[in-house]
């Protein structure tokens, strides 16, 4: 006996049937060959049976998706937790981290931008230091040609010296120093 016919005897259109079959023929007599039940009525039970039938085996494909979906749903938030969620806060603890340098670089390029101002300001300082340097080494020169010259005249004025104390006198004569 099919499902099909266990559950065709457990409703009330069989019943029905049954009482009005005075000649107790076999109401489910299927003809192979054509694929249907002799009785009528029976056969029109038994298509809305298959389409039925073909509906429930639908919906349990569907449900079957969706299981499995649920499933797969289920085991993506088992990987969150276990998995993308460490993964979230390592990313949340970079990010800080990246931050923080963020801020240490904003520190130290602004340190190193006073410090490259300062070296200008120093270096300013040393090329104003040069040229003094230059105009004082320009003026030890001057003095020391000064010195030289003043040495030479110093003898020339001992020379001048010696010959008036030898008697030379002033004129227009040049003397032989």
Known sequence: MSDFEKWFKATE???????????????????TARNQYSHSGVQVAYLTWQHQQAEIDRLSSVLDERTKEWLQAIECGTYFENVAKPLKA???SLKSQLNNMEACYIHVK?????????ASE??????SAMVQLDNWTTA??????????????????????????????????????
């Open 110 to 118: 602004k340190e190193r931008d006073d410090l490259q101002v300062r």
């Open 13 to 31: 259109a069989y019943k029905m049937m049954e009482e009005q079959n005075y000649f107790k023929m076999n109401l489910f007599f299927f003809v």
């Open 90 to 92: 390592e990313n949340d």
């Open 140 to 177: 030890y020169e001057i003095l020391d040609e000064l010195r030289g010259e003043h040495e030479s005249f110093t003898e020339t004025r001992q020379k001048v010296e010696a010959q008036i104390e030898n008697g030379a006198r002033l004129t227009k004569h040049q003397i032989d120093l």
């Open 122 to 127: 120093l270096l300013e300082g040393v090329e």
